[in-house]
């Protein structure tokens, strides 16, 4: 009897490795929701359902999760064991030009999801959180007991007020309920907004590329590859009904030395754009996630130093059939 688990969000980056895993591990019947919005091109995530348009396994709704009716029909007729929810307006930086739509995405569209869950008896919900909820906060590296009142952008006070809300249903409604602190994803398929994607693109073609404040600002990069291995130990957890995990390589890397392995792994030099501090951009990021190794044998073995040129390889695999 196969399990069945609802992701949202599964036609894009973290979404479609997840569905890939899924299926390569077999007895799941997974159904993707997706609004195939246009915050990066469409096409995109369109590639990414197709690799998976000849699986019997895997069922494709275009929904907006903000629209609780075209949910309901969703779970008209379905019954899911377990839901990991992975759409959402994300980036901090649009976040300060369009606030309420990220409100009302990642605050009522979460609480959709949850309401159905409840009426719909879904036991386990998977929650992708950030690092950026942690904010500006000065103790590193950030554990999940460490305040998260003080978020500076609407992108992190909405992945916070998603978290609370995911307590409160546990707390009502017995639901399990884990939430995922990611930190600065990356690896095949990853948007191309983001700074590694961005950056390969750029140095590969000999542009310029945007660095905001001084390149002293550090981040805790992590492989795609060890934040499903992170999220398919939360689908699995049952310990206490609302936990929240940091899933990240806990190492930093400054955004300098950053350039510096995209420029060896892609032969070029960077050119640097320099550009003021941006409004809601952190410092650091830095995940202290002994907790997801004692509680879900998280175990992000993907260093750095090897995972950009992984990255750069499925970018020129890409590049090289015109995609």
Same mark, same amino acid.
């Given at each position: 009897?196969?399990?069945?688990?609802?992701?949202?969000?599964?036609?894009?980056?973290?979404?479609?490795?997840?569905?890939?895993?899924l299926l390569a591990e077999g007895g799941w019947h997974i159904t993707i929701v997706d609004d195939l919005n246009d915050f990066y091109s469409p096409a995109v995530k369109r590639a990414n359902l197709a690799l998976f348009a000849d699986s019997p396994d895997v069922e494709f709704?275009?929904?907006?999760?903000?629209?609780?009716?075209?949910?309901?029909?969703?779970f008209a007729g379905r019954s899911f064991n377990t839901i990991v929810h992975l759409a959402a307006r994300a980036g901090v930086r649009p976040s300060l030009a369009e606030p309420q739509l990220y409100i009302e995405t990642n605050i009522n569209g979460t609480t959709n999801l949850?309401?159905?869950?409840?009426?719909?008896?879904?036991?386990?919900?998977?929650?992708?959180?950030?690092?950026?909820?942690?904010?500006?906060?000065?103790?590193?590296?950030?554990?999940?007991?460490?305040?998260?009142?003080?978020?500076?952008?609407?992108?992190?006070?909405?992945?916070?007020?998603?978290?609370?809300?995911?307590?409160?249903?546990?707390?009502?409604?017995?639901?399990?309920?884990?939430?995922? !602190?990611?930190?600065?994803?990356?690896?095949?398929?990853?948007?191309?907004?983001?700074?590694?994607?961005?950056?390969?693109?750029?140095?590969?073609?000999?542009?310029?590329?945007?660095?905001?404040?001084?390149?002293?600002?550090? !981040?805790?990069?992590?492989?795609?590859?060890?934040?499903?291995?992170?999220?398919?130990?939360?689908?699995?957890?049952?310990?206490?009904?609302?936990?929240?995990?940091?899933?990240?390589?806990?190492?930093?890397?400054?955004?300098?030395?950053?350039?510096?392995?995209?420029?060896?792994?892609?032969?070029?030099?960077?050119?640097?754009?320099?550009?003021?501090?941006?409004?809601?951009?952190?410092?650091?990021?830095?995940?202290?996630?002994?907790?997801?190794?004692?509680?879900?044998?998280?175990?992000?073995?993907?260093?750095?130093?090897?995972?950009?040129?992984?990255?750069?390889?499925?970018?020129?695999?890409?590049?090289?059939?015109?995609?």
């Amino acid at each position: 009897m196969k399990k069945n688990v609802l992701v949202t969000g599964g036609a894009g980056f973290i979404g479609s490795h997840l569905v890939g895993k899924l299926l390569a591990e077999g007895g799941w019947h997974i159904t993707i929701v997706d609004d195939l919005n246009d915050f990066y091109s469409p096409a995109v995530k369109r590639a990414n359902l197709a690799l998976f348009a000849d699986s019997p396994d895997v069922e494709f709704i275009e929904a907006d999760i903000r629209n609780a009716a075209s949910l309901e029909r969703v779970f008209a007729g379905r019954s899911f064991n377990t839901i990991v929810h992975l759409a959402a307006r994300a980036g901090v930086r649009p976040s300060l030009a369009e606030p309420q739509l990220y409100i009302e995405t990642n605050i009522n569209g979460t609480t959709n999801l949850l309401e159905l869950a409840r009426s719909g008896g879904v036991r386990q919900f998977v929650f992708g959180s950030s690092s950026s909820v942690y904010g500006e906060n000065k103790k590193v590296p950030f554990a999940e007991d460490d305040p998260i009142f003080n978020p500076i952008s609407p992108y992190a006070a909405t992945k916070a007020a998603g978290e609370l809300i995911c307590h409160t249903y546990s707390h009502l409604f017995n639901i399990r309920t884990v939430c995922l !602190r990611f930190f600065t994803v990356y690896g095949a398929r990853q948007r191309p907004d983001l700074a590694i994607h961005k950056f390969t693109r750029l140095i590969d073609e000999e542009k310029p590329i945007p660095v905001f404040g001084d390149g002293s600002t550090r !981040r805790d990069y992590t492989y795609i590859d060890d934040i499903i291995g992170g999220v398919r130990a939360a689908m699995a957890y049952d310990g206490s009904m609302h936990e929240v995990f940091n899933l990240g390589e806990s190492e930093t890397t400054e955004l300098l030395r950053l350039i510096e392995l995209l420029e060896a792994a892609l032969g070029k030099k960077a050119i640097i754009d320099r550009q003021p501090p941006q409004p809601g951009d952190v410092p650091i990021t830095f995940a202290d996630v002994s907790k997801a190794r004692r509680l879900l044998a998280y175990d992000p073995r993907t260093k750095i130093e090897d995972g950009i040129p992984k990255f750069v390889e499925w970018f020129r695999s890409e590049k090289a059939a015109g995609a």
